[in-house]
């Protein structure tokens, strides 16, 4: 029971934390096309969310808030075959602070989408949902190549563990998504390898992913490689190869790897419990620097607005995409301003707090005309970190 109560204490601190930070943050333009573009199963949950909730940020953020609460109770019912109830605990804990899963949990990005997938498939897999889980395959084939992946993992599992029936559902699945999005296979070598081991790194945080590939290699040698060991490691593996001649898409691949908390929980504990207590101090310090770092970048991200006042420029601020924009919405409408042309860019993301394009207003970031010019500041923390100037147009 205490383990249950501390249970729904982390998530609800998580969803409150989630919930704030919907509301410190603007739509970034990378979040605009996935509003405005070409239709997708995210884009589907958002209108829905905007409809039931109404045109705001809320609103715009909780599929993905919601997804993410939901991952971390699959998790948590995943992790009860590898873990007891403390250090499962303590492996949710570590799942919510990770900075991808961080990101993921409030962004408009498929990677979130990708984590409960993989996750409901597992849990629906270990728990032996047989026509479930067949159901949920089959509807990843028309979602997005996103899960072809997938697909080839399973179908090697399949054949590791001589299961015909999930061999043959895998391989026409592979196929079909293949067929329908094709393989997203280009470029030529120019080596992109070391840029994407600094990406996992950043994700993960670096002594976690160094972990987690610690324990994937182990286990190959081990031959203790179960289904979440191949579907994590083929993707991993895929990723890296395909490093060497492209720029791959992180956001496709990292799931896989988060995916692997379970096994990477149960090996540290395993190799902790089996050594005296003078040989454990090295796995304590791990554990303590790596949960430093994750609670250093989660309050980095809390209370990201106050860095502004110890960066010369605003624009290197690691969330600056994503502030400005709501702001600057409510001082040009303070100003009755409702309409403007600025830049593509600016102009998508103004779109949605209500400021449409027109040709009476020009937003620019110079000063056109000292008589017709209106100047705008947007100042976090009585730090002013933009500044534009609104000129009206006679036509």
């Not at 599992?157 to 061999?167: D, H, I, M, T």
């Not at 790194?201 to 979440?228: C, G």
């Amino acid at each position: 029971m205490r383990y249950k109560i501390i249970f729904f204490l982390i998530l609800g601190l998580d969803g409150l934390n989630l919930f704030f930070q919907s509301s410190e943050i603007s739509i970034s333009y990378r979040e605009t096309i996935i509003l405005y573009g070409d239709i997708s199963p995210l884009q589907i949950l958002i209108k829905i969310s905007m409809y039931i909730f109404g045109h705001n940020d809320f609103a715009l953020r909780l599929p993905m808030i919601l997804t993410h609460l939901l991952s971390a109770v699959l998790l948590f019912n995943i992790s009860k075959d590898y873990l007891n109830a403390k250090n499962n605990l303590w492996l949710l804990v570590i799942f919510i602070l990770l900075p991808g899963v961080l990101s993921s949990a409030l962004l408009l990005d498929e990677a979130g989408l990708i984590i409960f997938g993989l996750l409901l498939f597992i849990w629906m897999y270990t728990n032996d949902y047989k026509v479930s889980y067949y159901l949920l395959l089959v509807s990843f084939i028309f979602l997005d190549n996103i899960f072809i992946y997938l697909f080839l993992s399973l179908n090697i599992y399949a054949w590791y563990k001589q299961n015909k029936e999930l061999f043959v559902t895998t391989s026409i699945s592979f196929v079909l998504s293949i067929f329908s999005f094709g393989l997203d296979i280009h470029g030529q070598p120019t080596g992109h390898f070391l840029d994407a081991l600094g990406l996992y790194a950043a994700i993960f945080s670096p002594i976690i992913f160094l972990y987690i590939v610690f324990v994937i290699y182990r286990r190959y040698l081990s031959k203790d490689m179960d289904i979440i060991w191949f579907v994590t490691a083929i993707p991993f593996v895929i990723s890296l190869i395909l490093s060497f001649r492209q720029v791959i898409s992180i956001e496709h691949f990292a799931p896989y790897l988060i995916v692997s908390l379970p096994l990477a929980a149960q090996t540290f504990v395993s190799s902790y419990r089996v050594r005296l207590k003078i040989f454990r101090q090295r796995y304590k310090l791990m554990f303590v620097l790596s949960f430093i770092f994750l609670v250093i970048n989660s309050l980095g991200v809390l209370f990201n607005k106050d860095l502004y006042r110890f960066l010369n420029h605003p624009a290197k601020h690691f969330v600056y995409k994503f502030h400005i924009a709501k702001e600057l919405s409510d001082v040009l409408k303070q100003k009755s301003i409702n309409c403007v042309t600025t830049d593509f860019k600016m102009q998508q993301r103004l779109k949605f707090y209500g400021v449409t394009k027109c040709d009476n207003n020009l937003l620019t970031l110079n000063k056109i005309d000292k008589d017709k010019s209106d100047s705008v500041t947007i100042s976090y923390r009585n730090q002013p970190v933009f500044s534009a100037y609104v000129t009206k147009i006679n036509n």
